[in-house]
């Protein structure tokens, strides 16, 4: 019955730390996903433009312009860019599209592109590089031509082995946009945890569609608390009642976002390391136990010439035999339970076979270190005195 408890406690201390393992390395590998574009020295903010200041889309269009102009004056600033999102989660708005020249998709088969609409400035600020084309400037107003920039993996879909710039699409034939850019693909932060990806994105120009919401985004080398506030002093001198939320580093906010799932992985490597102290100090009485009444024995194999290392294999190897027992059922079950928490949250990434490696070499090493003591003192045993008791 002991040795069946100390399968079972090295069974579940080996579901609990590769449980543990597996989460840790899905959030450590969330946050360090490539994202196409550099998140570190970003500071951003978003904006709600509300009242009748704001009403019409040339209001909002000659607020943006006149924030955007402020702040690229600031000392220590790089680059300054508004947009209708930023691909941080994945652009927020998504549309099916037409492509000029193309027959018509069946129904709902239509493709779909996520968009957004962004100030001059927005791939500069976010250092998200072009592939082709250019970057929207001031020619690019209300009144001009219609015009977008596509992401690389749309315009390699809708137009494979031609140039992209120059065609034309849009929500509707009566709606087209001509293609001036083509740009890298993006990834959101949430990518890494198998969320599925659209990479098919268009930008349009700001000041051809300004909503009342944006996200401004300022490329700088300063610390975040001292261009923050120069931020909030610039918006002021326009519109002392406009605020702007959120407004801090884009690194910092990822962080948050995913803290809660920090937290619970946290709490289960406490948990883990808890069931891990349990079974070492299990196996630690039973092969004490062992030890105590096989001493007699040991006494008569030390007397009939067996060698210390001899008697550190027997109790040792006992041991060790019920850990591997429960390190391959604790397995079986870390499996288990990775798949059913990968069916409770689909943006968690699946197991790693590196990380349970890990965590079985860890549960053996430990197991070990528990049998090592007694066994030192199996070894300690005077053949006299134990044949004397016999």
Known sequence: LRHELIVAEVALALVLLASAGFFMRGIDRGRRHELGWRVDGLLTGSLNLRGQNYATPAQRRIFYEELTGKLAALPGVEHVALASSLPTWNLADNSTFVVEGRPAAAPGHEPETSYASISPGYFATLELPFVAGRD?????????RPVAIVSESLARAMWPGENPLGKRLGWNLRELREVVGVTRDTSGAGDAFGRPTNHFQ?????????????????????????IAASVRRALAEID?????????????????????????????????????????????GVISGFVVQRTAEIGIRLALGAQLRDVLMLVVGGGLRLTLLGSAIGLAGALAVDRLLHAMMPDLPTAEAGTAAAV????????????????????????????RTE
């Open 136 to 144: 929207f400037n001031g020619d690019d107003r209300a009144d001009g």
């Open 360 to 387: 079985v070499a860890l549960v053996i090493a430990v197991a070990g270190l528990a049998c090592w003591f007694p066994a030192r003192r199996a070894t300690k045993v005077d053949p006299m005195v134990a044949l």
């Open 202 to 226: 268009l930008f349009r120009p700001l000041a051809q569609s300004p909503g009342n919401f944006s996200v401004l985004a300022v490329r700088t080398s300063l610390p975040s608390a001292t």
């Open 240 to 284: 002392p009642g406009q605020p702007v939320f959120d407004l801090g580093l884009e690194r910092a906010q990822i962080d948050r976002r995913l803290a809660n799932l920090q937290l619970a992985g946290e709490m289960l490597v406490a948990f883990a390391v808890l069931g891990l102290v349990l079974a070492a100090v299990g196996i630690y």
